[in-house]
Nanobody, 121 residues
Framework: QVRLVESGGGLVQPGGSLRLSCAAS????????MGWYRQTPGQQRELVAT???????AYADSVKGRFTISRDNAKNTVNLQMNSLKSEDTAVYFC???????????????WGQGTQVTVSS
């Protein structure tokens, strides 16, 4: 069993900052890419940022220069520092991890339960 638990969402004013955290636990032989996605009502889930286990990052154009993704491989955690937040960043944010549970198992994507981020004055 693999479990991802997110924290850090909430209400913030435009221009403010929030930091999301996600911890992976359970049977984890290897954690490959980790990332953050977001979803608004009626819309598809979209990629926000990803990070490989060697530290290479990728960002959606809409968040480049404002968001920073980081991870701690020893703790199997991934964070998303969100600065200069805009109303259009309002969404439910989901943590994702691609995990090999054992040395012989195939890697599979796992998701957290989501955390609400609301940017409003």
């Amino acid at each position: 069993q693999v479990r991802l638990v997110e924290s850090g969402g909430g209400l913030v004013q435009p221009g403010g900052s929030l930091r999301l955290s996600c911890a992976a636990s359970g049977i984890l032989f290897r954690v490959n890419d980790m990332g953050w996605y977001r979803q608004t009502p009626g819309q598809q889930r979209e990629l926000v940022a990803t990070i490989t286990n060697s530290g290479s990052t990728a960002y959606a154009d809409s968040v480049k220069g404002r968001f920073t993704i980081s991870r701690d491989n020893a703790k199997n955690t991934v964070n998303l520092q969100m600065n200069s937040l805009k109303s259009e960043d309002t969404a439910v944010y989901f943590c994702n991890a691609n995990v090999m549970r054992t040395i012989v198992s195939k890697a599979a994507d796992h998701w957290g339960q989501g955390t609400q981020v609301t940017v409003s004055s």
